[in-house]
């Protein structure tokens, strides 16, 4: 229930990003073109495609923790029994865990530090630029609490516990016999 809550939400994050890219393309092309044929531009445009950016990299980073779209090389851990493989699982984890904590700490102190600022252009408060950490350090620090607790339990499959994709196709391909 709890990895289909997960999945559903997923789906979810993706098509807000889906939506914030295409937004973000509709902005910076609409500018391209003003500026081009009639010499003028939106000055809005730069500075929202520049927050939908932001946004739509930390959500990306939730949407490939979810998904276990780490890129690396799994040339040592693959040669590991299975409890070395889940030692180096659990240290990862919480490697990625402190990690988090850090952006969890430092995009809170921005977001509070400049929530009396407006931005230059829209004059939104620039908490909300910064939000985007705290969204996803929260997001990404419950997701890799519970695939911790879950290979704790001992409820890790062999497999899951080489946690790095060996390269972008099989990401692609891991996505297409999802659908």
Not at 30 to 54: D, H, K, Q, T
Not at 162 to 173: K, L, N
Request: aromatic share 8%; glycine share 8%; proline share 1%.
């Amino acid at each position: 229930m709890l990895n289909a809550l997960l999945d559903r939400s997923c789906r979810v994050l993706n098509l807000t990003i889906a939506l914030a890219l295409a937004i973000m393309v509709v902005l910076v092309f609409g500018n391209v073109v003003l500026r081009y044929v009639f010499n003028s531009g939106i000055a809005v445009s730069e500075e929202m495609s520049r927050w939908l950016f932001v946004w739509i990299t930390f959500l990306g980073g939730i949407a490939a923790i979810h998904e276990n779209a780490h890129l690396g090389t799994d040339m040592l851990v693959s040669r590991l029994s299975a409890n070395g493989k889940k030692v180096c699982y659990v240290a990862g984890h919480l490697i990625m865990l402190y990690v988090t904590w850090l952006c969890l700490k430092g995009s809170w102190q921005q977001t509070l530090l400049n929530a009396d600022m407006s931005a230059p252009v829209t004059g939104l408060s620039m908490a909300m630029f910064y939000a985007s950490g705290v969204v996803f350090a929260v997001c990404a620090g419950v997701l890799l609490l519970l695939r911790l607790l879950r290979a704790l339990a001992g409820k890790t499959e062999e497999q899951e516990l080489v946690m790095s994709t060996e390269s972008e196709e099989s990401i692609a391909s891991v996505g297409v016999k999802k659908a």
